[in-house]
């Protein structure tokens, strides 16, 4: 009988080895390729579902359909450049000095005690109004109260309309620098007219006063030609007053100390190197803070290069079932949101199992730091009503004013063009 069973020797070892070879090399490099294209199809998808070929067709863009290109972006496409480029923007306006001695005056960003629930309580109703449409009940709420906060340092000229314009802008400047420095990508005249659009909205909600732009009284033909107004705006203003003043270092070390305020006792030198690294010359000159060394900068620099690299051809596009949400979509029982991660303090998160028990609950047990549902009620563990969201002297209050505002938003923010 003839035997065909295969005998190994070294020669069909090697013919096997080598054939592996010969279809392993196409898949990495078709890999990268194939991430690549799959990493731009949302891009084009975008484009192609939000028809404005033109322009000029920017002009018809509403506030509903900006937000939703604005949503992908934030969620899906962008989500950790475009919250810290929010954070940022909000760090930034501490380099002016109007702005910088009123929040030292009020404590909220200066002292410890009180700085870590401000930061939390701003993050709160920014979300807030990112995340939801401009038409709904929590952007109205989220609106409204955040109205309602400044309303009293408005009328008295303790907050100068100016500075609340210069902070709307970099809203909507710093996720764009953000992301044309840092991400695998660039952003598209589209995308940029739907952030312009969606802060312009914004902008109004809040009663801000555009007449300091040149289009301001006569109006913007869309949220390109209104965010090309107000970045060069934004630019001149801070040429004239993004200066040193003692009140600049204060509220930034507080803040820089919530940055770092995660890591580790022995990285936290490290931490506000690379804080110093993000600023440019003219905000650390205003802030009195050391350029970050060459070495760090290197380094720095080189691990972001890195991370655009790995995310364009190495990662595959976020899925929407892992869609950047930092609260909770629909309120509890008792009409209540929690924030669903978190920075620093563990301001309005459910002590759920997840939460005290999670990899991340063990990193913060580790470093000492407070988890979720320590220290009684401190923490707010039963998470926020948005019109309670602010200082603890302003719980409870503001209801009437808001009210007014939020009746006014049912004509005027419907979620329409808001050029029109």
Request: aromatic share 16%; glycine share 4%; hydrophobic share 35%.
């Amino acid at each position: 009988m003839e035997n065909n069973t295969s005998i190994y020797t070294p020669e069909t070892s090697k013919i096997s080895a080598w054939d592996a070879v010969i279809y392993i090399i196409p898949v990495l490099l078709a890999y990268p390729l194939l991430t690549s294209l799959f990493r731009f199809r949302r891009h084009h998808n975008l484009h192609k579902h939000y028809h404005f070929p033109t322009r000029d067709s920017f002009s018809r863009m509403t506030d509903d359909q900006a937000w939703e290109i604005q949503k992908v972006l934030a969620q899906l496409e962008f989500p950790f450049i475009y919250i810290k480029a929010l954070q940022f923007a909000l760090f930034r306006t501490y380099g002016i000095p109007s702005i910088s001695t009123v929040l030292t005056k009020t404590t909220q960003f200066s002292h410890p005690a009180t700085s870590l629930k401000r930061y939390s309580d701003t993050s709160a109703l920014i979300q807030e109004f990112i995340a939801h449409s401009p038409s709904s009940h929590r952007a109205y709420t989220s609106l409204a109260r955040t109205r309602f906060l400044h309303a009293a340092y408005r009328s008295s000229g303790t907050i100068r309309e100016d500075d609340m314009l210069y902070t709307l802008s970099l809203f909507a400047i710093q996720p764009i620098r953000f992301i044309e420095k840092f991400e695998w990508r660039g952003l598209s005249d589209l995308e940029k007219c739907a952030i312009g659009t969606f802060w312009k909205s914004v902008g109004d909600a809040l009663g801000i006063d555009y007449k300091a732009l040149p289009s301001g009284t006569l109006g913007f033909k869309d949220g390109l030609h209104w965010l090309e107004e107000i970045t060069s705006w934004s630019d001149v203003y801070e040429e004239r007053f993004m200066v040193f003043h003692i009140k600049n270092k204060e509220t930034a070390d507080q803040t820089t100390a919530m940055l770092v305020y995660m890591l580790p006792q022995y990285l936290h030198h490290v931490g506000l190197k690379f804080v110093s690294f993000m600023m440019d010359d003219r905000l650390r000159k205003a802030m009195l803070y050391d350029a970050s060394p060459p070495l760090y900068t290197m380094i720095f620099s080189t691990l972001l290069d890195t991370r655009r690299f790995v995310l364009r051809y190495l990662t595959p596009p976020r899925p929407y079932f892992m869609r950047y949400m930092s609260l909770t979509e629909t309120p509890d029982e008792n009409n209540r949101i929690f924030m669903t991660q978190w920075d620093a303090a563990p301001y309005y998160v459910r002590p759920s199992v997840w939460n005290r028990w999670s990899p991340t609950a063990w990193v913060t047990w580790v470093l000492g730091r407070p988890l979720p549902g320590d220290e009684g009620e401190k923490y707010y563990p039963h998470g926020y009503r948005i019109e309670d969201v602010g200082p603890r002297y302003f719980e409870g209050k503001g209801g009437k004013s808001m009210e007014g505002f939020m009746e006014e938003y049912k004509t005027a923010r419907t979620g329409g063009c808001p050029f029109h």
